[in-house]
């Protein structure tokens, strides 16, 4: 991989397979926003699309450039067992990721504070500010939450609230929605499931270079019962959510809940095999997990678009 094109190593290294987990929770902001206000705004979804690849971008350069440490401690401990890494595996060099990361950050940043007034959304430059900083503390010094045991929590609040919260706003101006208040506990319970279910492959080698997380502080066993709990709360809190805003939610909260309790079985199936170093089950969990919380999003994205368009909710 190594001696491929520029262009290949680079699309390598940005993980555009891991992209989805941003894209799904931000089309549901999209539409969140859209049956708030009730009107579809072009401009601003290519805005929210844009700001999105920029995050998945500054996310996964610099997470690979804060973990090139404990990475080419798993591909020595496991060089068959786990793909390529970016930096070890010198793809690409350091300092080429950390200043793509870094780029990539400061377009974000750039587009935020000039595009949000042109369209009206003022709010956008600091929110984007608040979204970096939130990762500038998972990765970076003195704060480096993701050695810290913080990193899964760093991670639910900016992928179930922020970013879903930052696409609603940008499709209605509205910075308190009713609608994503609601949802807002049962997305951020689905992002912490993701959260824990990603350290479970990485924990020896994240305990041999001194990386506190969740799997390494509580073990391969507590984290995978902590995912099939986080997913049965996110059900619970569609259930709530519901109530919350008194029946405004109430076809799309149901088919989301629907699509992950119909995700529950394999999920549950996949979880007995994802024991330590099992990398093969461990990643079916992952897709299970991953099936059911982007199909339910993806369930809520659709019936919240339609519901608005019949005037219905």
Not at 197 to 211: N, P, Q, T, Y
Not at 250 to 275: K, M, W
Not at 293 to 309: D, E, I, K, P
Request: net charge positive; proline share 5%.
């Amino acid at each position: 991989m190594k001696d491929a094109p520029l262009a290949s190593r680079w699309l390598y290294a940005l993980k555009p397979k891991s992209w989805p987990k941003l894209f799904a929770p931000a089309l549901l902001g999209q539409a969140i926003g859209f049956a708030d206000s009730g009107k579809l705004s072009w401009l601003a979804a290519l805005v929210g699309a844009l700001f999105t690849a920029l995050d998945a971008s500054l996310i996964v350069l610099l997470n690979d450039w804060g973990d090139r440490e404990v990475d080419a401690i798993k591909r020595r401990r496991f060089p068959h067992a786990c793909s390529p890494k970016t930096i070890p595996d010198g793809i690409l060099s350091a300092e080429t990721v950390l200043f793509g990361g870094l780029f990539a950050a400061t377009v974000l940043v750039v587009l935020a504070f000039r595009a949000g007034p042109a369209i009206g959304r003022p709010a956008l430059g600091p929110m984007s500010l608040v979204a970096v900083a939130l990762f500038v503390a998972y990765t970076f010094p003195p704060a480096r939450l993701n050695y810290r045991g913080g990193g899964e929590l760093v991670e639910a609040v900016g992928v179930g609230l922020v970013l879903p919260g930052i696409h609603a706003y940008l499709q209605s101006g509205e910075l308190a929605s009713p609608r994503m208040i609601a949802l807002a506990p049962s997305l951020l319970s689905l992002a912490l499931a993701s959260a824990l279910a990603s350290g479970l492959s990485d924990e020896e080698s994240d305990r041999e270079g001194g990386k506190r997380t969740f799997t390494t502080a509580l073990g391969n066993r507590a984290v995978r019962l902590g995912v099939l709990l986080a997913v049965a709360a996110g059900i619970l809190l569609l259930g709530a959510s519901v109530l919350i805003t008194r029946g405004g939610l109430a076809a799309p909260a149901a088919l989301g809940a629907l699509v992950l309790a119909a995700a529950g079985r394999p999920l549950i199936g996949a979880c007995e095999g994802a024991v330590t170093g099992a990398f093969a089950e461990q990643n079916r969990f992952k897709a299970a997990l991953h099936a059911g919380s982007w199909g339910a999003m993806a369930a809520m994205t659709a019936a919240l678009v339609v519901q608005r368009a019949l005037g219905l909710g």
